[in-house]
């Protein structure tokens, strides 16, 4: 059942053969992949949740800002970082002088709402905490870094940042996320991590997919929305923080086919579940 009805929710119908068919043989006789990875699996989630939650905190709040702060001073606007404030989260909007970033609005985020912005004075200058200003260096090299070496880009719309707090390791990951252009289209492609350490060297940075690709709610010529979109996944043994990010932003359970163990994945409500084998014909969306 459960194979069949993921087969209804992909998109291109594909035979993944021997190989696939090998993969989940040797998988059989090894612990379930969940166990196998399962550090890995629950870091995928905790970001890809802190990912929705982020980018969710940032569009609401950019909305408070524009409707308090006066239009000659977006300009002098250089962008926002996410931080925790207790149960809730605030945004710091940020102007730069030079190399240095001095604080333009702050906006905290709690329950679904945004509260009324902080506002700056016109020509205050500032300074911001040092958690702050590390964030904010790490999404301009990682910026940097993407400009020498221009990543994939799959719309021609200003790309989203999510900048995450400093792991264990004191690395900030910085995200470039492609931006939802069209109700009910979710772009699955053209997303990217750097990791910058704390000199603002670059220590790791990867592609999510290989390809674009967007995920339509209720796809041309259909008269009823999708309750799931399908993927084959290339690049990991399991689903990713950009899967569970998402499948939280458009609301509805991604199946993922990891390719390499021939295993197919269900991804929903910001949790990852692994489903057993592939079926030896399903469709799919390429990633």
């Not at 699996?41 to 609401?60: C, K, N, P, V």
């Not at 925790?84 to 945004?91: F, N, R, T």
């Not at 945004?114 to 905490?129: K, S």
């Amino acid at each position: 059942m459960i194979a069949r009805i993921l087969a209804s929710l992909l998109l291109v119908s594909f035979t993944y053969g021997a190989v696939a068919q090998d993969a989940a043989t040797e998988r059989a006789a090894t612990a379930s992949l969940t166990e196998r990875y399962a550090a890995a699996i629950a870091e995928s989630m905790e970001r890809g949740r802190r990912l929705f939650a982020y980018d969710q905190t940032a569009w609401h709040t950019t909305d408070a800002l524009l409707r308090f702060l006066p239009s000659d001073r977006m300009p002098q606007s250089g962008g926002w970082v996410v931080e925790a404030d207790g149960g809730a989260l605030q945004v710091t909007y940020f102007e730069m002088d030079a190399d240095t970033p001095y604080l333009l609005a702050k906006v905290k985020f709690e329950d679904g709402r945004a509260a009324e912005p902080e506002i700056a004075a016109q020509g205050n200058r500032e300074a911001l905490p040092e958690s702050t200003r590390r964030l904010i260096s790490a999404r301009n090299a990682a910026i940097t870094a993407a400009e020498e070496e221009p990543i994939g880009r799959c719309t021609g719309a200003p790309i989203n940042t999510v900048v995450l707090p400093p792991d264990e390791h004191g690395l900030i990951s910085v995200y470039f996320l492609t931006p939802q252009t069209e109700n009910g289209s979710f772009p699955a492609g053209g997303h990217h991590r750097f990791d910058i350490a704390s000199d603002g060297a670059v220590v790791f940075s990867r592609a999510f997919t290989n390809s674009c690709v967007s995920l339509e709610l209720q796809p041309e010529g259909q008269d009823q929305p999708v309750v799931g979109f399908g993927l084959t996944h290339l690049l990991d043994p399991y689903p990713v923080e950009t899967h569970v990010f998402l499948s939280l932003v458009s609301n509805v359970m991604i199946g993922v086919a990891t390719m390499e163990n021939g295993t197919m994945w269900i991804v929903e409500n910001g949790e990852i579940t692994e489903r057993g084998p592939i079926p030896n014909s399903v469709s799919q969306s390429d990633e």
